[in-house]
């Protein structure tokens, strides 16, 4: 089937490759692409997602950070979830307020402004022109419930996102990317890094029907220019169900830097308004490096298993409240669309510019055994700002900077420095689909031609390889 997929061509830079040497001033800094997949024209569902990208110039005042910082408990331990649950509530109302009644339009709110990363425009999973999703993970049957399936019975339902930084991020972001035309990566690599009071939150969407699952019924639905599956990439404008949403947060006071907490939907609660139906998972500052089993993993959950062993993981135990989730590897953090053989810290902590190494050790050409010491190296403690490799510059945990820095340099330095129209249309293709086996294989996390594929050798000038940054790889999807 052929749809066509019309993309924006945006002649960004034109004006300013024309005017070097010239007398003319120079001309403003152009703006980022909003998106790369634009809706076909029709009954709009909102207006076109805007990218917001007048980032503070200034820094914001550092005795102004939000309010729940107060609410931090006081003990960075895991022994009592309440103080837990108290402060991420918190948190969830600072991402809300003003966010709501403004469909997250965000440069839009009236309370405080928010920020989006630029060059996520750029790819085959790029922005739409909706509200901005780029597509994520696939979802494995039974991931989210018993009764999950596929939208056919070879291919997967999709995720789709969309992240926000608060000014204290949004200022970080405005440093690296403060020439258009060359970023600066050193400014989140330490001794620099993101703002203390940074909050980043992150909304995560399925197409998978509510009917599935019990938790997503009352669902909060959103429309997005959105593939036709996973594996088919033939677009239409459909409905995706919000089924988490993530948040990170900077604060000297985490042993690393940074606290990474999850919230999950639970329509049952039947909450007014819905997004109230998100509660949370729980909240990390660790990676629990000492643990090396892998007793607790639950990649088909049926309940919650909590692993009373970690330490630097703190889980929601309430099950009235929490819906069954398999959480990471051996039950550290990790949220309902996220690998239940990794964690949030695990994959972020390896944020950088070149991505020099996987962000899984899944993803590893030849994935080292489950616990072993190659494996743990995924599973240390990193402080923030500093590289995961050292010939690498952090991109401080943040792994939609590392991408922008990553596409930047796939859609505008490679094309000998002319910018770059996003990619013409494409024409629709198809990932071959998953063989049952590969699947299995997939959930037990196995080594697999899977990760074997995903690792693209892409040599860069030094020799060394540059690794896709990715959500999540299927066994059998080819290498690009
Ligand atoms: C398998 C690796 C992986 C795991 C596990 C993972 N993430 Fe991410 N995360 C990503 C990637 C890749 C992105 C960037 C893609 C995007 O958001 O468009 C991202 C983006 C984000 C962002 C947006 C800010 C940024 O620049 O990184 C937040 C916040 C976030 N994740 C939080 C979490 C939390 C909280 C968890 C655990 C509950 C988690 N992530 C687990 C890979 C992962």
Redesign the pocket.
């Known amino acids: 089937m052929k749809t066509p997929l019309v993309r924006v061509l945006v002649l960004f830079g034109t004006l300013q490759l024309l005017s070097i040497g010239g007398a003319a001033p120079p001309a403003p800094p152009q703006k980022f692409p909003d998106y790369g997949f634009q809706a076909p024209p029709g009954p709009s569902p909102s207006p076109n997602f805007v990218l917001s990208q007048d980032y503070p110039t200034k820094k914001p005042d550092p005795s102004k950070l939000p309010a729940f910082f107060a609410k931090l408990p006081k003990a960075v331990t895991n022994t009592d979830f309440a103080g837990w649950h108290d402060y991420m509530m918190a948190v969830r109302d600072y991402c809300f307020e003003g966010n709501l009644e403004i469909d997250w339009r965000v440069q839009e709110n009236k309370v405080r402004k928010w920020y989006h990363?630029p060059w996520?425009h750029y790819g085959d999973t790029g922005r739409e022109s909706v509200h901005g999703l780029?597509k994520?993970a696939p979802v494995q049957p039974g991931q989210l419930a018993a009764g999950q399936g596929r939208p056919t019975p070879t291919e997967n339902y999709q995720t789709y996102?969309v992240?926000f930084f608060n000014d204290f991020g949004g200022y970080s972001i405005g440093q690296v990317w403060k020439n258009h035309f060359a970023p600066d990566a050193s400014a989140t690599t330490t001794p620099n890094g993101f703002l203390e009071g940074t909050v980043?939150?992150?909304l995560l969407f399925v197409d998978v029907p509510s009917e599935q699952v019990p938790s997503l019924v009352n669902p909060v639905q959103w429309m997005g220019y959105i593939q036709k599956t996973y594996q088919e990439f033939a677009r239409s404008v459909r409905s995706v169900n919000l089924i988490q949403m993530?948040?990170?947060i900077k604060d000297r006071r985490a042993p690393d830097g940074w606290f990474?907490?999850?919230f999950q939907y639970n329509g049952q609660l039947a909450n007014k308004g819905g997004w109230e139906n998100l509660v949370p998972v729980g909240i990390m500052w660790g990676n629990d490096p000492t643990i090396t089993d892998s007793t607790y993993t639950n990649p088909t959950p049926t309940e919650t298993k909590i692993n009373p062993n970690l330490k630097e993981s703190a889980i929601n135990p309430n099950p009235k409240e929490l819906p069954p989730t398999h959480l990471?590897w051996n039950g550290r953090?990790?949220?309902p669309v996220?690998?239940p053989q990794?964690?949030?810290m695990?994959?972020?902590m390896t944020?950088e510019y070149p991505a020099l190494s996987a962000?899984?050790p899944l993803f590893t050409a030849k994935p080292p055994p489950v616990g072993s010491k190659d494996w743990m190296r995924w599973f240390q403690n990193e402080k923030c700002a500093v590289p995961f490799d050292a010939k690498a510059k952090s991109s401080d945990f943040?792994?939609?900077?590392a991408?922008s820095l990553q596409n930047f340099d796939a859609g505008y330095t490679k094309l000998g420095g002319i910018y770059a129209a996003p990619p013409q249309p494409t024409p629709s293709k198809k990932i071959a689909p998953m063989s049952p086996g590969a699947e299995l294989q997939m959930r037990a996390m196995a080594p697999s031609e899977a990760a074997k594929a995903a690792k693209e050798t892409e040599p860069v000038s030094d020799g060394e390889i540059i690794h896709p940054?990715?959500?999540?790889v299927l066994p059998t999807e080819p290498p690009k």
């Open positions: 990363i996520q780029t994520e996102a992240g980043i939150s992150k993530d948040i990170a990474f907490g999850t990471g953090l990790n949220g996220d690998n990794s964690s949030c695990s994959c972020h944020a962000m899984s943040s792994l939609q900077l991408i940054i990715l959500r999540d």
